[in-house]
């Protein structure tokens, strides 16, 4: 089967000389194969495409896609998005009784799976020229797993609550005080319970719209609210962003029990909470705006070892590049010089102190901060950036930084292009940077899109890469993670070693994903204490000592994957949880 995809973002035919029609063999013979559109823009005809590809490489702006798939994924097709259109290939199975989780990476047909299944979307079979209806969706589905689902959905009888991914768009969309909104919320009765078990008690006072509420706070608010909707089918997009480990972990104890009651899907990036939330997980597979794919249901461990491969052996399909792990932590550190050191540092606030005892960074390594929020890691990269002084202690060397803090918000009219060149001119100078950084995190297409047109995964990716093209010699970035697929997290940590490595430099990552934490890190600097009230900061440890000091904090033990040698959340209690505490090694063991 084969489809011709026009991404419509991209194609621009008043600046082009329709280089898809002029070259098209098929159209030089006579056949009407590619046709000028009612809106100037090209229609490609699938019938008589010959899949030369010619059109495909002509193409200015890389904006035709002719992609040949399995026959057999013909009958599975569930949504199109008009001619030459996105198309979404079956959807996943809300199970009774078990959690669900969907990986996959951004652009290939999550939101509009949950669209569907919540009932948002009428989903037209493929059917273009027609009305959707439900009539012909439940005779598609008659006999499936997803039957009951959609006729429920269909009926008006299945209640869907849905928690958005872009969390920190709330306070434009909603105001007023976190304890009336929740109190509103409330429909199961459970406001006392929930508030208590995701420790709001201390934030029902702030108001929404103030300013004041950080993206963890945020966060928990849009889950809280979504659990005390009463509903049939739970779908939770990316409940992990701006939360710490200790938060991620809570929260999916609390989503875990309340799949033993209700349906329950979670689409997920962070591979370890996954590992640790779910039962069965669909992969989605495919190609960003052009088509998606969602494989039938796997056991967790066996789904996420298959995204990492990027190999699907039931159907022979290689749909990305490996992610590979390392079993032993990087490269001594003692063998490399001292780019900076600092004595103890103390910060205080009115209600809160900070003290970070006496540490060095050194040339060439990337030093992971680990730690719960507001405890004060974001005041010692500020520290260290000099953006915020010290009450006592002082940083011992004066070393030009470069730094992406946490919260990104760009308040700019201009395009992508108008704003690097400004900022990080070494993206079109320098042939290092433009490989290493521009090509690596695929920033091309990207360009002409006005900055306030981003979603959250590419203004992140815009701000890691103007961070890392300026001529510093420390990079201090501030949760890179946030908003990236888990495949875009892994591009990102590649991009900064090898920045890191080839250039030099040295590099501080404060984030909570611990596969990108170990995937990144040559050591660790451990940040506890009280948040909100006080935080101490210790290190660099090496990765080994550090994630050790960390995860017996946390009380999780990890281990590594027979397979994949990935991190894996120990389940609490069991034998290898009890073992490795026994042992001391809660981070990874060869036993």
């Not at 159209?27 to 590619?34: A, F, H, Q, S």
């Not at 009765?189 to 995701?198: K, N, P």
């Not at 940083?395 to 992406?404: C, F, Q």
């Not at 009219?413 to 400004?422: A, F, N, S």
Request: glycine share 8%; aromatic share 8%.
């Amino acid at each position: 089967m084969r489809i011709a995809v026009l991404l419509r973002d991209r194609c621009k035919p008043k600046r082009c000389s329709m280089e898809c029609i002029k070259y098209c063999p098929r159209v030089r013979t006579g056949d009407e194969t590619i046709v000028v559109g009612e809106d100037g823009k090209p229609v490609i005809s699938e019938e008589l495409c010959v899949g030369c590809g010619i059109c495909v490489h002509r193409c200015p702006f890389e904006a035709i896609k002719i992609v040949g798939l399995p026959e057999e994924l013909e009958t599975d097709l569930v949504h199109q998005f008009g001619k030459n259109g996105f198309r979404l290939f079956r959807l996943p199975v809300p199970k009774e009784g078990q959690c669900v989780g969907v990986l996959g990476p951004n652009g290939i047909g999550k939101t509009t799976a949950i669209g569907i299944l919540s009932g948002k979307i009428i989903p037209n079979l493929g059917e273009i020229d027609s009305k959707p209806s439900w009539d012909k969706v439940l005779e598609y589905f008659r006999g499936t797993e997803l039957y009951e689902h959609m006729k429920g959905v269909a009926d008006g009888e299945l209640k869907v609550v849905v928690k958005p991914q872009y969390v920190d768009k709330i306070p434009k969309v909603m105001k007023g005080k976190i304890d009336d909104v929740l109190r509103k919320a409330d429909e199961r009765g459970l406001f006392d319970e929930i508030v208590e078990r995701l420790y709001l008690t201390n934030v029902l006072d702030k108001r929404i719209e103030s300013g004041k509420i950080s993206g963890g706070e945020l966060q928990l608010l849009t889950i809280a609210a979504t659990l005390l909707k009463d509903a049939d089918l739970y779908f939770f997009d990316e409940p992990s962003s701006y939360l710490d480990i200790y938060q991620r972990l809570n929260v999916s104890r609390v989503l875990r029990e309340l799949s033993e009651k209700k349906k329950v899907l979670v689409v997920e990036h962070d591979l370890a909470i996954m590992d640790f939330l779910c039962d069965v997980v669909h992969i989605l597979y495919g190609e960003e705006g052009v088509f998606g794919v969602v494989t039938h249901p796997k056991a967790v461990r066996h789904a996420i070892n298959t995204y990492l491969s990027g190999y699907l052996s039931e159907e022979n399909i290689r749909f990305s590049e490996p992610i590979e792990f390392e079993e032993h932590p990087p490269k001594p550190r003692q063998d490399l010089p001292l780019l900076v050191t600092f004595q103890r540092l103390v910060k205080k606030f009115s209600g809160f102190r900070l003290t970070v005892e006496t540490g060095a960074i050194r040339v060439g390594e990337v030093v992971g901060v680990v730690g719960p929020n507001a405890i004060g890691k974001t005041t010692f990269v500020k520290m260290l950036a000099g953006v915020v002084e010290p009450t006592e202690g002082s940083v011992d060397t004066k070393i030009v930084v470069s730094y992406k803090p946490q919260y990104i918000s760009i308040d700019y009219d201009g395009t992508v292009q108008e704003i690097l060149y400004k900022t990080a001119q070494p993206l079109f100078t320098s042939n290092f940077h433009k490989t290493e950084i521009f090509d690596a995190l695929k920033l091309k297409h990207l360009m002409e899109k006005p900055v306030s047109s981003l979603s959250g995964g590419e203004l992140q990716t815009v701000a890691v890469a103007s961070c890392l093209a300026k001529e510093a010699d420390l990079y201090l970035i501030d949760e890179p993670s946030a908003y990236l697929d888990s495949k875009q997290r892994m591009l990102v940590s590649r991009t900064i070693r090898r920045v890191v490595e080839n250039l030099g430099k040295s590099a501080l990552v404060v984030d909570h994903d611990v596969y990108f934490v170990d995937m990144i890190s040559d050591a660790l600097m451990v940040f506890d204490g009280t948040p909100g009230v006080e935080g101490v900061g210790r290190g660099p440890f090496s990765l080994h000592e550090g994630m050790n000091l960390f995860l017996k904090e946390v009380d999780v033990t990890f281990r590594r994957d027979e397979d994949t040698k990935r991190p894996r959340v120990n389940k609490s209690g069991s034998y290898m949880d009890r073992k490795q505490k026994e042992m001391g090694e809660y981070y990874y063991t060869s036993v």
